[in-house]
């Protein structure tokens, strides 16, 4: 059975396509503002792959994700639409309002959520670094900040007279020139933030996202496990226990 899973995120859509076990397609592109329309672009490539099912997750507004529910109705399968819930196999929302919850940390933290007696801190080093926690199979809340390059395109926006180009986020040290005192600032602010929260509460470290073997290497102390594709995981858990309810 070939399934199809969409990750519509702020600025990129992923897709996978799997048969059991095993991936056959990962592809990430940027949307440019207009996921529907990048989805309208891949429709007849699905259409293709004699697809049984679709699972999706998306941080779009209403009107968007309408058009992009539009588009997939094109391929007569089901759809299953990931969403927060106040508690969902087993997992109890940690927001006073779920749904102000995003459904990309909520899958995250359902793909790794097992045990009721362990603690967890799920980060995503995606275009936000998202910071959640878990005591077992209650989410706590968490944290948003923005990433690396937000703060560094930030401050350059906000800072006349100083030119930053890029460089690699490769240092703590103390930078001996502009373009590193910004590069190691901004990365040991961000891993400082997350040793704080470790220190205060320490549990279980997952990172994923694009940036988490970077922030891994500085935080060999917390014993880091980097999980790929991790909203995936969690979107096939949340399809199957769905199904389950069916």
Same mark, same amino acid.
Request: glycine share 8%; charged share 20%; proline share 4%.
């Given at each position: 059975?070939?399934?199809?899973?969409?990750?519509?995120?702020?600025?990129?859509?992923?897709?996978?396509?799997?048969?059991?076990?095993?991936?056959?397609?990962?592809?990430?592109?940027?949307?440019?503002?207009?996921?529907?329309?990048?989805?309208?672009?891949?429709?007849?490539?699905?259409?293709?792959?004699?697809?049984?099912?679709?699972?999706?997750?998306?941080?779009?507004?209403?009107?968007?994700?309408?058009?992009?529910?539009? /588009?997939?109705?094109? !391929?007569?399968?089901?759809? #299953? &639409?990931?969403?927060?819930?106040?508690? $969902?196999?087993?997992?109890? +929302? =940690?927001?006073?309002?779920?749904?102000?919850?995003? /459904?990309?940390?909520? !899958?995250?933290?359902?793909? #790794? &959520?097992?045990?009721?007696?362990?603690? $967890?801190?799920?980060?995503? +080093? =995606?275009?936000?670094?998202?910071?959640?926690?878990?005591?077992?199979?209650?989410?706590?809340?968490?944290?948003? &900040?923005?990433?690396?390059?937000?703060?560094?395109?930030?401050?350059?926006?906000?800072?006349?007279?100083?030119?930053?180009?890029?460089?690699?986020?490769?240092?703590?040290?103390?930078?001996?020139?502009?373009?590193?005192?910004?590069?190691?600032?901004?990365?040991?602010?961000?891993?400082?933030?997350?040793?704080?929260?470790?220190?205060?509460?320490?549990?279980?470290?997952?990172?994923?996202?694009?940036?988490?073997?970077?922030?891994?290497?500085?935080?060999?102390?917390?014993?880091?496990?980097?999980?790929?594709?991790?909203?995936?995981?969690?979107?096939?858990?949340?399809?199957?226990?769905?199904?389950?309810?069916?």
């Amino acid at each position: 059975m070939k399934r199809l899973w969409l990750d519509i995120g702020n600025t990129r859509l992923k897709y996978w396509i799997t048969e059991g076990e095993q991936i056959l397609e990962h592809v990430a592109e940027l949307h440019l503002q207009s996921p529907a329309d990048l989805m309208l672009g891949l429709i007849q490539h699905f259409k293709s792959q004699n697809l049984s099912e679709v699972g999706i997750s998306s941080v779009q507004d209403k009107k968007n994700n309408d058009r992009i529910l539009k /588009i997939l109705k094109l !391929l007569d399968i089901p759809i #299953v &639409v990931a969403k927060v819930h106040q508690e $969902y196999a087993g997992l109890q +929302c =940690g927001y006073t309002e779920p749904n102000q919850l995003g /459904i990309d940390r909520w !899958l995250q933290v359902l793909a #790794v &959520v097992t045990d009721p007696q362990e603690k $967890y801190c799920v980060i995503s +080093c =995606g275009t936000a670094l998202t910071i959640d926690l878990a005591d077992g199979f209650t989410h706590l809340g968490g944290y948003i &900040v923005p990433n690396l390059y937000l703060q560094r395109d930030s401050l350059i926006q906000n800072t006349k007279g100083i030119k930053i180009p890029d460089a690699a986020f490769d240092e703590l040290s103390p930078g001996q020139n502009t373009m590193d005192a910004v590069h190691h600032g901004i990365l040991l602010g961000l891993v400082s933030m997350i040793e704080k929260v470790l220190t205060t509460s320490p549990r279980k470290l997952i990172l994923t996202g694009g940036d988490a073997a970077l922030f891994a290497q500085y935080l060999q102390s917390y014993d880091p496990k980097i999980e790929t594709d991790l909203l995936l995981k969690g979107l096939q858990r949340y399809l199957a226990v769905a199904q389950k309810k069916t």
